[in-house]
């Protein structure tokens, strides 16, 4: 079975503050998503990667960045947290590079920021 | 920019009943995948549709895909307490997905 992990299910941040979000999947996949789900929104791509070191920008980036270092993991970093970023943070992954294949979530972190 | 729309955005159904949420996109997609949600849980794979006017069941659950592969949905027979959540659907943009808004279900029993 395919696991995917993030680091914290609930978050409490001050405005302003540093924020990282990790992600560590173990099936070798390719590919890396971070999402936002808000209530009539769905699922918001911020970011996703499909190799090490390699990234590109999804729909809503402002405000965040990422990091892959390695295969398993994938870091989403608030630079400065703002209200507005309180959400719901869904990490994602897929097997294929270049092809869209299904995609297995990690169980979330609900992030607040105060 | 490709966008894919799904409604309703909310349905509450008696338990028995049927229930459909339907999906539409702005062009042509190569597939369509759609995803359950369940409350305080994380969206799980359902199933991939690729062929025009394809159409799959998993139990009580009938998907389809529409002969100009822009739209499809997935209606749920004699619904149960089991099946609340909320339902997406996805399409390709290259090589990532673009989901759906998502349609809440909620069945009072």
């Known amino acids: 079975d395919v696991k995917v992990t993030q680091s914290s299910r609930y978050l409490v941040k001050r405005t302003g503050e540093k924020v990282f979000l990790e992600c560590v999947q173990d099936m070798d996949h390719e590919n890396m998503f971070w999402y936002r789900q808000d209530p009539g929104l769905g699922l918001r791509l911020i970011y996703f990667?499909?190799?090490?070191?390699?990234?590109e920008k999804g729909d809503i980036p402002e405000g965040y960045s990422v990091s892959r270092e390695k295969k398993e993991r994938f870091s989403l970093i608030l630079e400065s947290a703002s209200t507005n970023q309180t959400s719901m943070y869904l990490c994602a992954s897929s097997a294929l590079a270049g092809e869209t294949d299904t995609q297995y979530f990690g169980p979330g972190t609900r992030l607040t920021v105060l | 920019g490709q966008q894919v729309m799904q409604i309703p955005q909310y349905q509450h159904v008696q338990e028995g009943e049927d229930f459909t949420t339907y999906c539409n996109s702005s062009t042509t997609l190569s597939n369509i995948q759609w995803y359950k949600q369940r409350p305080g849980g994380h969206p799980v794979f359902l199933i991939q549709l690729v062929k025009s006017g394809e159409v799959k069941k998993q139990k009580r659950l009938t998907f389809q895909f529409g002969e100009a592969k822009k739209n499809s949905s997935l209606h749920i027979t004699a619904t149960q307490t089991t099946d609340v959540g909320t339902y997406f659907c996805?399409?390709?943009?290259?090589?990532?997905?673009?989901f759906g808004a998502g349609t809440i279900l909620r069945v009072k029993s």
């Open positions: 996805a399409g390709p943009r290259g090589n990532k997905l673009v």
């Open positions: 990667s499909y190799d090490v070191k390699m990234k």
